[in-house]
């Protein structure tokens, strides 16, 4: 299953957009990226997903690279229910995948939105 | 919809004693996942379920720890005995049928073995 790699932390002001990179170089062609955030004390919550074109919904955006080795999650004006760890996931799009269906969490990144 | 319901929301036991957690999905939900957030290992997939039919144990540390989905709209994880490294936040997340479903997860089992 392709890894994925985060920074640790990251600072945004509130009302600035906050982009939160994400390396995944060994992805391959049938494997999405998926974002998702853990609010303190609170379960997981999707954010966004994609394959290979940028995607755009009520929460964020999600530009993915053309070779798809990075991709980066753009929370276009953060406020501070924004402070959350932010986990980027690639997962296999077929049962022949072994990630098909799983979710593999890493250490994600700690956003802290400042007033 | 009341989103997966998790109980209790809080346990504390001590070590040697059996426990059961337990999930409730969200209606219509084909899938079931079970799991654990420690700060040592973050969060961990257990085991998911999909039409009640375990898919992937894989992660379920130890035979100290069974799941169990007797029908759509319940599971349990039980642990038994219980152990003080199994302290852990547990959390229960269900989705629809669909590869690239999001999955909800609920408020998560915070358990304490002493």
């Known amino acids: 299953d392709a890894k994925t790699t985060q920074p640790p932390s990251m600072d945004c002001a509130e009302g600035r957009a906050a982009n939160l990179p994400c390396n995944h170089s060994?992805?391959?062609?049938?494997?999405?990226v998926y974002w998702y955030r853990q609010i303190h004390s609170q379960g997981p919550q999707y954010i966004i997903h994609?394959?290979?074109n940028n995607e755009t919904n009520e929460m964020a955006s999600l530009i993915i690279t053309e070779d798809r080795k990075s991709s980066t999650l753009i929370l276009p004006h953060a406020t501070l229910r924004d402070t959350a760890v932010y986990y980027c996931?690639?997962?296999?799009?077929?049962?022949?995948?072994?990630?098909?269906?799983?979710?593999?969490f890493g250490q994600g990144t700690i956003l802290t939105v400042h007033p | 919809d009341a989103g997966v319901i998790q109980s209790p929301r809080h346990e504390v036991t001590e070590m040697g004693q059996e426990v059961t957690l337990r999930c409730k999905p969200i209606?219509?939900?084909?899938?079931l996942f079970w799991y654990r957030q420690t700060m040592m290992r973050g969060l961990e997939l257990l085991i998911y379920?999909?039409?009640?039919?375990?898919?992937?144990d894989s992660g379920m540390p130890e035979d100290r720890f069974s799941a169990k989905m007797p029908n759509a709209s319940f599971s349990t994880l039980k642990i038994q005995p219980s152990e003080p490294r199994d302290s852990a936040v547990y959390f229960c997340?269900?989705?629809?049928?669909?590869?690239?479903?999001?999955?909800?997860f609920g408020p998560g089992t915070r358990l304490t073995v002493l």
């Open positions: 994609g394959l290979k």
């Open positions: 996931i690639v997962r296999a799009a077929n049962a022949g995948g072994t990630s098909y269906g799983k979710l593999t």
């Open positions: 997340a269900s989705s629809r049928q669909g590869f690239n479903n999001e999955q909800f």
């Open positions: 379920f999909n039409n009640n039919v375990p898919i992937d």
């Open positions: 060994t992805i391959s062609g049938n494997e999405y």
């Open positions: 209606s219509g939900h084909d899938y």
